[in-house]
């Protein structure tokens, strides 16, 4: 057990839709970091929180936004659901903002109908 | 920008032999970690071990190590005596500057 928690690990929707995914840190950690995986892929970095802050942005598409709220919990917004949106959808965080180790959540696992 | 590159898709190993991961990475960036993860079956990403560039020494986790070769940007994992619960997908990963970079990954099967 990382010390990482998402919620909710399975979600069924369908195209069109607006889901929230939602992620705590581990105690103590500042940053908070979201990817994306479909299947049979590698991980993609999506957004980098830090402290309440954005840090830095990869593959996003502006159909997705997220924050992070002053208990350092973080919600990913997904919208106007497409169906290659399916994927598991990792929340990772850390101590600080620098190169250093991720500590990944569980994921969760998302199926657009 | 970071690449990371894994250039086995898959690989296989007997139960208690010995097998070596590749991995190359590209960067300009000085100051930097490396990490090996794993993901089994469950796919959970699980840290395997990690190595940080300004320290020589290969980093080494119980029966997991590292070969580390800064001017090459080489960073491969062994593993030792091989068990069936290592079976699960690795992925290499650079993490710079806010930024972590995987690999594609290699599906390693392990052979009773």
Known sequence: D???TQTPKHLITATGQRVTLRCSPRSGDLSVYWYQQSLD???QFLIHYYNGEERAKGNILERFSAQQFPDLHSELN????ELGDSALYFCASS????????YFGPGTRLLVL | AQTVTQSQPEMSVQEAETVTLSCTYDTSESNYY???YKQPPSRQMILVIRQEAYKQQNATENRFSVNFQKAAKSFSLKISDSQLGDTAMYFCAFNGNNDMRFGAGTRLTVKP
Do not use: A, H, N
């Open chain 1, 2 to 4: 990382s010390g990482v």
């Open chain 1, 41 to 43: 892929q590698g991980l």
């Open chain 1, 78 to 81: 997904l919208s106007s659901l």
């Open chain 1, 95 to 102: 101590v600080d903002r620098g190169p250093e180790t991720q």
């Open chain 2, 34 to 36: 490396l990490f090996w």
